[in-house]
């Protein structure tokens, strides 16, 4: 069964510090892996997308890796703010059918404190 | 910068009652998705639409769902007699492409149904 799991569930840091969430992922065919933020009663946005053949994926304090190899994906926030309290989710897309099917992760909450 | 809207941003039904819940994708976009979240859970797939017709649907999306797309703009997700387990958050996304682009999400419909 297609899967994507992440850790840690929750992480609480300081304003400042660099933190980094962890997704691993069972998905295949796999066409392309996506980290989301979602702030809470609100809709996921886009931060990156990688496909099997990038490594890595950058969008200002945010940076994802991906090791397509051994299914692993992580999420490094530099300097974080408070405004970067949010769920962090891991998305996969399921291309098998030939159309874009997103199995989401249950995500990362992270709780930056001043 | 364009935007997925949704309507309404809360909706409170009674049990077996049929509910309507409507998006309106960005205007050059080509494919339309539904996703639910219950509360506390991950995001899950329903629906993908392309071409007015489902290109793809998960486990979830049974017979009693439907998706429409009434006119050039509007995007719709009917759930036939709801249950109480329906109750979640739904939302709606776009994208330009079918593969690897972005899907931008609504801020999402809540239904509660009592």
Not at chain 1, 12 to 24: D, H, M, R, S, Y
Not at chain 1, 36 to 44: A, I, L, M
Not at chain 2, 76 to 91: G, H, N, P, V
Request: proline residues 4%; charged residues 20%.
């Amino acid at each position: 069964k297609n899967q994507v799991e992440q850790s840690p569930q929750s992480l609480i840091i300081l304003e400042g510090k660099n933190c980094t969430l962890q997704c691993n992922y069972t998905v295949s065919p796999f066409s392309n892996l996506r980290w989301y933020k979602q702030d809470t009663g609100r809709g996921p946005v886009s931060l990156t997308i990688m496909t099997f053949s990038e490594n890595t994926k950058s969008n200002g304090r945010y940076t994802a890796t991906l090791d397509a190899d051994t299914k692993q994906s992580s999420l490094h926030i530099t300097a974080s703010q408070l405004s970067d309290s949010a769920s962090y989710i891991c998305v996969v897309t399921d291309f098998s059918g030939g159309y874009n099917k997103l199995i989401f992760g249950a995500g990362t909450r992270l709780a930056v404190h001043p | 910068e364009p935007e997925v809207t949704q309507t309404p941003s809360h909706q409170v039904t009674q049990m077996g009652q049929e509910v309507i819940l409507r998006c309106v994708p960005i205007s050059n976009h080509l494919y339309f998705y539904w996703y639910r979240q219950i509360l506390g859970q991950k995001v899950e797939f329903l629906v993908s639409f392309y071409n007015n017709e489902i290109s793809e649907k998960s486990e979830i999306f049974d017979d009693q769902f439907s998706v429409e797309r009434p006119d050039g703009s509007n995007f719709t997700l009917k759930i036939r007699s709801t249950k109480l387990e329906d109750s979640a958050m739904y939302f709606c996304a776009s994208s330009d492409s079918g593969n690897t682009d972005t899907q931008y999400f609504g801020p999402g419909t809540r239904l509660t149904v009592l």
